[in-house]
């Protein structure tokens, strides 16, 4: 009797997948191009940081402790070095 009812379950849940495969289909196309979009904006944002602390540290050094490098005489000559 116990098999009997697992196997109604088992038969009732693989109605159900192939009643709703369209639903479940989209969902998993909207759910895979939603974490590709993510992923690109997620690459466009790993961008801003590196250039901010290229910008300061070209500030702090050729501003306000005037380091230049021998090669450059440029007060820009660290950014270039970066």
Known sequence: MVLQSQFLAAAWMLAALLRYRG?????????????????????FSMLP???????IYTIVFSQLMETRLLA??????YAVYM
């Open 49 to 55: 940081n590196p250039l901010a602390r290229i910008l």
């Open 23 to 43: 639903s479940i289909t989209a969902e998993l196309f909207r759910q895979t191009h939603a974490t590709c979009r993510a992923l690109v904006l997620g690459a």
């Open 72 to 77: 450059l005489n440029s007060p820009f000559g």
